[in-house]
């Protein structure tokens, strides 16, 4: 067995290197289109394991799960033809590596405060962790560049605004779409403010300035309205905040306003998760709007990105964004927007069960777009979503227990298994949600298929399709004909059911290169703003816990910066 967790030797410390790394991820990713592109939801319709080379699903038919799983993370079995071998070290080596960094040692400076019970209040452990890290990356950001305001596009329920605030004393306005969630805001910040104040008091210590987050609802639907926003929303009376003892408001302007020549305020725009064309929107705002100095971006959703129409050279889309790019003509399409979304490090987590489920989750939903193809072809025709039918069954199958153990006592059952599952369906954030491995009741399976033989297994599995079936439909507001054969439809699937495995996984291991690419992307669009922008890619947050966590930050600078990546 071995890996590709040695150094790859690409760079992207100058817009030339990072070119070169794209055009390579380019030329590697081509031959492989019809593994990118394809829809696994076909995966029996257009018989997509044809597709691939024979001997590596000859091979990996037979491998174990555990095997399959870490496919995505590099690693190869020593039996496994030196094609394939190659093909999954070479994709590894060319990926952005995304082991937290040194972030002490990349930003000179940097204090990261753990928050406290208050602070961290509402957060689970994921957010905590990207809050607590991020936090001190910005706030040692904007002290590089003296920065008078903090914003938090994108901010959600203001936990990133309220630490930076409040724990770090930076004036913070949190825009998000979401009138609730500034209501949340605004209502957690005060309970917050009530905290500081009453420790204040009783430790007599003296009243210091407590910043509150201005929240502010808009949907950022453009550059222009994020400058409007940046602009029109500067510090200084109408940022809430409560005074230190015998400071003079004479003393209270000189916090937040600057003086001398620079008789403007400068911004540091900061985005936790900024989804989709967000995150796009921000390099670009940075770069237009003369307030803001800095900025530092986490992106995710790829599969919402626009994409420049090749017929429309003049459209601002999400990707590609760099002029070296465009000019390529490049377009990934959704599919390989969904795949980049993919996690290796979400997917070394799974264990053996989870890993089960998730293929046969994914071989259930191709056989049922048999049965859409086959008795509902207009309905294939609109892309029919169906969601996550994992949940579906399992809410079905606790729901029958109960109703089973009301009745007839204790006779089904239900295993919670913690470890995360891929969705079956959507591939778009790579966050994982816990699932239920489930058996059906014995009251389901056929009285000739309780013997403990094969033929059981082969059973249980029709018995959890149709009722994946049943819910499908239903989610599509159609109801069942009694002409549908799901039998014979499961019969004419399940014989490759075991390919399903090997080929979701070698899609996989193709999501990180493509997130790479737009990682890379983004970054050559600023080094192509020449020496006024000091830009680099840093892995700030743990992969295993946060999956999308490589920011982007940028600083305007007066002089010759080399843009450099860790």
């Known amino acids: 067995m071995g890996d590709a967790t040695e150094c790859n030797s690409y760079s992207c410390k100058n817009s030339d290197e990072t070119l070169a790394w794209i055009k390579s991820i380019i030329d590697f990713i081509t031959p492989f289109s019809f593994l990118i592109n394809s829809h696994v939801v076909n995966f029996f319709t257009d018989r997509l394991w044809l597709n691939v080379d024979k001997e590596w699903m000859d091979c990996l038919r037979g491998e174990s799960v555990q095997n399959l799983i870490l496919i995505p993370s590099g690693v190869i079995q020593d039996h496994w033809p030196t094609s394939l071998k190659n093909f999954i070290l070479k994709l590894r080596s060319m990926a952005f590596r995304q082991e937290q960094a040194d972030i002490d040692m990349a930003l000179p400076g940097l204090q990261m405060t753990s928050l406290n019970s208050v602070l961290a209040q509402g957060m689970n452990v994921k957010k905590k962790h990207e809050v607590e890290v991020l936090s001190a990356v910005v706030s040692t950001v904007a002290d590089s560049v003296?920065?008078?305001?903090i914003v938090d596009v994108g901010a959600g329920q203001g936990y990133l605004a309220q630490v930076l605030a409040f724990l770090y004393q930076h004036p913070v306005i949190a825009i998000d779409a979401c009138s609730h969630h500034g209501r949340?805001?605004?209502v957690r910040a005060e309970r917050i403010k009530k905290h500081y104040t009453s420790q204040m008091l009783k430790s007599g210590s003296g009243m210091r300035k407590l910043n509150v987050p201005k929240t502010i609802t808009c949907r950022v639907l453009s550059i222009d309205t994020l400058k409007t926003l940046?602009?029109?929303?500067?510090?200084?009376?109408?940022t809430e905040q409560s005074r230190l003892k015998g400071e003079s408001e004479e003393e209270q302007g000189k916090l937040h306003w600057p003086s001398g020549e620079d008789k403007k305020p400068s911004t540091?725009?900061?985005g936790l998760h900024a989804c989709g064309d967000l995150s796009v929107t921000m390099l670009k705002t940075f770069l237009e709007c003369e307030d803001v100095k800095a900025?530092?971006?986490l992106g995710c959703c790829y599969n919402l990105l626009s994409e420049e129409s090749i017929?429309?050279?003049?459209?601002?889309?999400g990707f590609p964004m760099s002029q070296s790019v465009r000019s390529t003509g490049l377009s990934l399409g959704k599919s390989a927007r969904d795949l980049a979304c993919q996690s290796a490090e979400r997917w070394r987590s799974l264990d053996m069960h989870a890993g089960i489920h998730n293929f046969e989750l994914h071989a259930f939903r191709a056989a049922f777009q048999m049965v859409l193809s086959k008795y509902y072809p207009e309905v294939v025709m609109s892309t029919p979503s169906i969601g996550r039918k994992g949940k579906a069954l399992r809410r079905r199958q606790q729901r029958r227990s109960a109703e089973s153990q009301n009745h007839q006592g204790s006779i089904g059952h239900i295993r919670q298994n913690s470890s995360p599952v891929l969705p079956a369906e959507s591939e778009n954030d790579g966050i994982m949600t816990p699932v239920l491995d489930i058996q059906p009741l014995p009251s389901e399976i056929p009285s000739n298929a309780k013997a403990g033989c094969d033929a059981t297994k082969s059973d249980n599995r029709f018995l959890l399709f149709k009722n994946f079936c049943r819910s499908g439909l239903s989610h599509l507001g159609i109801e069942q004909s009694l002409d549908i054969n799901l039998q014979s439809i499961w019969k004419e699937a399940e014989p490759f059911s075991d390919l399903i495995g090997p080929y979701w996984s070698l899609r996989a291991a193709l999501g990180?290169?493509?997130?790479?690419l737009i990682l890379l992307d983004r970054l050559l669009f600023l080094q192509e703003q020449g020496s006024k922008l000091e830009a680099y890619l840093l892995p700030i947050f743990d992969p295993n816990i946060s999956p999308r966590n490589v920011a982007i930050i940028a600083k305007k600078v007066d002089k010759d910066v080399r843009s450099c990546c860790f």
Do not use: I
Request: hydrophobic share 40%; aromatic share 0%.
């Open 184 to 186: 949340v805001t605004g």
């Open 146 to 149: 003296r920065a008078h305001t």
């Open 268 to 270: 540091v725009l900061a």
């Open 230 to 238: 940046v602009e029109t929303s500067l510090p200084g009376d109408d």
């Open 311 to 317: 017929m429309d050279a003049d459209s601002q889309r």
């Open 512 to 516: 990180p290169l493509l997130e790479t």
């Open 295 to 297: 900025v530092v971006s």
